[in-house]
C-alpha cells in the first residue's frame, strides 16, 4: 500500500484513463480529489468507488481551462486533505475535425483544455508540493494512432506541446523535489538504463508515482 493516505488529484477523472487511476490509487488506500467537468460522470464514479469500499475521496467540479476554476479545484483540495502528493493532469479534449474545416474555437478549447489547463493545475499544485517538499505530476497524453492521425490537428498540436511542458517542468522543478512525467500512446520511447516501466498504464503511473521511481524525473513514458 505505497499510497495509503497519499493526496491524489485527478482531473478529466470522470472518464477512461482517469477513471481506471482513480480506481487504481482508491485500492492503493490513497485519498482522492476526483475533478471532472461532467457532475454527470465524476460523481457516478464517486457512486462506485463507494460501493467497492473506497470512500475517501472528493468531487471536485471545476473547468480546470480557466484559471479562477484551475486555482479552486487546487485550492478546495489543499482545504480538504492539507497537501497534495499527486497530480494527475488527464483532462482532455479531442474534436475530430478536418484541419482546413476547423474553426478557431475548437482549435481555442482544445488547446485550452489540454495544454493551459495542464499547465494552471501543474503551477497551483506545484507551488504546494514546494511549500512541502515535494511530490509528482504524470501529464496523461495519448495518441493511439500514432504521432499523426487524421483529422485531429489541435490535439496532436496540444499533446505534443505538453510533452515540451513535461520536459520543461521536470527541469525546473527537480530542485523542489518535484517529478513530472509524461504517460501515454504516440509519445516518444523511455529509455533509462537499469530502469523497467511496467507495460499496464495504471501499473505504470503508479510506478513513477511511487518510492521505487523517486530518482526519475522528466520522462516521456510510451505505452503499447
Not at 102 to 127: H, K, P
Amino acid at each position: 500500500m505505497e499510497f495509503q493516505d497519499k493526496v491524489i488529484v485527478i482531473t478529466g477523472a470522470g472518464r477512461g484513463a482517469g477513471r481506471m487511476l482513480a480506481e487504481a490509487f482508491a485500492a492503493q488506500g490513497a485519498r482522492l480529489a476526483l475533478n471532472d467537468i461532467s457532475p454527470q460522470n465524476v460523481e457516478a464514479l464517486s457512486i462506485e468507488l463507494s460501493q467497492r469500499g473506497y470512500p475517501n475521496h472528493k468531487v471536485i467540479v471545476e473547468d480546470i481551462a480557466k484559471k479562477v476554476g484551475a486555482q479552486a479545484l487546487i485550492n478546495q483540495v489543499e482545504d480538504h486533505y492539507g497537501r497534495i502528493d499527486v497530480l494527475i493532469n488527464h483532462a482532455s479534449v479531442e474534436p475530430h475535425i478536418a484541419l482546413l474545416d476547423m474553426d478557431e474555437w475548437d482549435w481555442q478549447r482544445t488547446i485550452d483544455v489540454n495544454l493551459t489547463g495542464a499547465f494552471l493545475t501543474l503551477q497551483s499544485a506545484g507551488r504546494i508540493m514546494r511549500e512541502r517538499g515535494g511530490g509528482v505530476i504524470i501529464n496523461i497524453a495519448s495518441l493511439s494512432g500514432g504521432t499523426v492521425v487524421l483529422d485531429r490537428a489541435a490535439y496532436v498540436a496540444s499533446l505534443f506541446g505538453l510533452v515540451g511542458l513535461t520536459r520543461q517542468a521536470a527541469r525546473e522543478l527537480f530542485a523542489y523535489g518535484i517529478r513530472v512525467h509524461a504517460v501515454g500512446r504516440g509519445l516518444g520511447r523511455f529509455q533509462n538504463a537499469g530502469t523497467t516501466v511496467p507495460a499496464d498504464m495504471s501499473r505504470a503511473v503508479l510506478f513513477l508515482c511511487g518510492p521505487r521511481a523517486a530518482h526519475l524525473t522528466g520522462h516521456i513514458v510510451n505505452m503499447p
